[in-house]
């Protein structure tokens, strides 16, 4: 497992070129801490989508991610920074696209797949700095 620190995050979040935003949007549960990290760093508001696909220990729930509390914001006109701590499959992500489908909506990860991915180079599990 690779422990990352807040510092190790700060400084790889100041080296990417992320794009103006009206609204970080982060994905719950994973995705709270890293998205409220970014929204802090970008100056900007945050919202939480909760889904669910995956336990304390990585292990799938379900079949597919389950969208717990469908989001019910209107955010037409608003630009989007969609952000997870993992998106390996991608699985989670897209199901939290398919709720945002026809917004402008870019997406960012700690690490895995996205439009910008923190630490691409890991591949490894992560100690987060916000888990105990």
């Known amino acids: ?8 995050i700060s400084e790889r979040l100041k080296q990417l070129n ?17 998205a409220t ?3 802090f760093y970008l100056n900007t508001d945050l919202q939480v ?5 995956r336990d304390e220990e990585n292990n799938p729930l379900y079949k597919t991610p389950k969208v717990l509390q469908k989001p019910e914001w209107n955010l037409k006109g608003k630009r989007i920074l969609l952000v997870d701590d ?14 945002l489908k026809g917004l402008d909506v870019k997406t960012l990860a700690m690490k895995g797949k996205a439009d910008f991915v923190l630490f691409p180079e890991i591949k490894d ?6 888990k105990v």
């Open 49 to 53: 989508m909760t889904l669910n696909y």
């Open 18 to 34: 992320l794009p103006e935003v009206d609204l970080v949007i982060g994905i719950g549960s994973g995705g709270i801490p890293p």
């Open 37 to 39: 990290f970014v929204a």
């Open 86 to 99: 993992v998106s390996v499959s991608g699985k989670t992500m897209n199901t939290a696209l398919e709720q």
């Open 1 to 8: 497992m690779i422990p990352l620190s807040f510092k190790q």
């Open 125 to 130: 599990c992560v100690k987060w700095p916000w």
